[in-house]
């Protein structure tokens, strides 16, 4: 849900339900890589309550599409981690292969 005004489109509030701080701070941090962010910021009005929300204020663009511009910057920075950490598992089971157990042998 979105909460602005109708004339300015700039700056508005998104209130994301079941969610918490691990989204709310990535996407905040990925806002505020963004040159065009003037201010961004979360808030969670309730611990109880699972929705977060969260503040974009642009320099003049609409504050759906650059938040949306960070989200996807987000899912690419995950995948690439991802394939990163995959790459690097498969890397070390190749070079630490493991090793034949005889656990019926009796010593």
Not at 28 to 33: A, G
Not at 57 to 81: F, I, N, S
Request: aromatic letters at 6%.
């Amino acid at each position: 849900m979105e909460h602005g005004t109708f004339t300015d489109h700039s700056s508005a509030t998104f209130s994301l339900t079941e969610e918490d701080h691990t989204l709310a701070n990535a996407v905040r941090f990925t806002l505020n890589q963004d040159p065009r962010v003037t201010f961004c910021g979360y808030s969670i009005p309730h611990p109880s309550d699972a929705r977060v929300n969260i503040r974009v204020q642009t320099t003049g663009d609409p504050a759906r599409e650059v938040l949306k511009d960070a989200c996807q910057d987000l899912m690419l920075m995950c995948r690439h981690v991802r394939s990163t950490f995959d790459k690097a598992v498969d890397e070390f089971r190749i070079s630490n292969p493991v090793k034949e157990m005889n656990i019926d042998s009796k010593k």
